[in-house]
């Protein structure tokens, strides 16, 4: 079974920065797609962004999209979000998820595995 651990959540100030991590015990990590999610209470798991594991292709949502950046380290087996010009809005728990599709990348239901979530919190 595949596990995903995520790290680097915490409490940052509105425009600060944060490094999240999250590291799979897949062998085959490299060929999957891995995305980041977030949900805030009482709300729906929303798309964050996604790097393709056919050829590394990037996808954001727009309320994200050239502020945060998604990266994989296939040596580490890991991948990364940037997250920079952090808003109070962005405050939510953050979830890595990996996918066997190449497509749909922002639907949650093409996800495979999941990791158990790290906080993020934006003060204003």
């Known amino acids: 079974q595949v596990q995903l651990v995520e790290s680097g959540g915490g409490l940052v100030q509105a425009g600060g920065s944060l490094r999240l991590s999250c590291a799979a015990s897949?062998?085959?990590?490299?060929?999957?797609?891995m995305g980041w999610f977030r949900q805030v209470p009482g709300q729906e798991r929303e798309f964050v962004a996604a790097?393709?594991?056919?050829?590394?292709?990037?996808f954001y949502a727009d309320s994200v999209k050239g502020r945060f950046t998604i990266s994989r380290d296939n040596v580490k087996n890991t991948v990364y979000l940037q997250m920079s010009s952090l808003k109070p809005e962005d405050t939510a728990v953050y979830y890595c998820?990996?996918?066997?599709?190449?497509?749909?990348?922002?639907?949650?239901?093409?996800?495979?595995?999941w990791g158990q979530g790290t906080q993020v919190t934006v003060s204003s």
């Open positions: 998820a990996g996918s066997r599709y190449y497509s749909d990348y922002a639907a949650s239901r093409k996800y495979n595995y």
């Open positions: 897949e062998r085959t990590f490299s060929s999957s797609t």
């Open positions: 790097i393709s594991g056919w050829n590394d292709s990037t």
